[in-house]
């Protein structure tokens, strides 16, 4: 049971452009979202975070968005460049004394020069 | 410089040995965690300690076993019970409670032959 689904595998954006990576999720009880960055054979950093209070955040060229009612967020990256070109995960959790964190199954951007 | 280190990055063993993987934090973080990525899939949590001398089963925890002796270290065991042991683990850390960014260690690659 997928509870964090991210539909795309893949996706390419010529530099300069945004990127817009998406995710959706089904469990009701998530109350805050995070994307995560992974670039081969190292271990995910932490990218931006939303709590579900919010409907946007914004870190640079960074923002996530996130519609509680249709239970999605989306991760925007304006503008793309190069060194964006990782896989991106989404992650969300519920409260409660323990943070388990549930994550998606990544998108592989690619950014193209 | 504190973050998390894990050794080695490669591991190889033959079929039917127990082998273990090292995740050492000096952040000072109470909780701390193991996933394991395969290919196409997100991250998934093997095991989980929010404090030393205790330790929780997370979505695919057998065929594997951990101990938390000391609040910097979480030792990770694949033993010759898991089915399919060659995967991307990684460990991570983060304190337990009002903080969801979990840190991410470099992960290591084990292949098992």
């Known amino acids: 049971d997928q509870q964090v689904k991210q539909n795309s595998p893949s996706l390419s954006v010529q530099e300069g452009r945004i990127s817009i990576l998406n995710c959706d999720y089904t469990?009701?009880?998530?109350?805050?979202f995070l994307w995560y960055k992974k670039y081969p054979a190292e271990g995910p950093t932490f990218l931006i975070s939303?709590?579900?209070?919010?409907d946007k955040n914004e870190d640079g060229r960074f923002t996530v968005f996130l519609n509680k009612s249709a239970k999605h967020l989306s991760l925007h990256i304006v503008p793309s460049q190069p060194g964006d070109s990782a896989v991106y995960f989404c992650?969300?959790?519920?409260?409660?004394?323990?943070?388990?964190?549930?994550f998606g199954t990544g998108t592989k951007l690619q950014v193209i020069p | 410089d504190g973050g998390i280190t894990q050794s080695p990055k490669y591991l190889f063993r033959k079929e039917g040995q127990n082998v273990t993987l090292s995740c050492e934090q000096n952040?000072?973080?109470?909780?701390m965690y193991w996933y394991r990525q395969d290919p196409g899939q997100g991250l998934r949590l093997i095991y989980y300690?929010?404090?030393?001398?205790?330790?929780q089963k997370g979505d695919i925890a057998e065929g594997y076993s951990v101990s938390r002796e000391k609040k910097e270290s979480f030792p990770l065991t694949v033993t010759s019970a898991q089915k399919n042991p060659t995967a991307f683990y990684l460990c991570?850390?983060?304190?337990?409670?009002?903080?969801?960014?979990?840190?991410f260690g470099p992960g290591t690659r084990l292949t098992v032959l």
């Open positions: 991570a850390s983060s304190m337990p409670i009002g903080d969801n960014e979990q840190f």
């Open positions: 469990n009701s009880m998530f109350d805050y």
């Open positions: 939303i709590s579900s209070i919010k």
């Open positions: 992650a969300a959790t519920a409260p409660g004394g323990y943070q388990k964190v549930t």
């Open positions: 952040l000072n973080h109470d909780a």
């Open positions: 300690s929010q404090i030393v001398n205790d330790f």
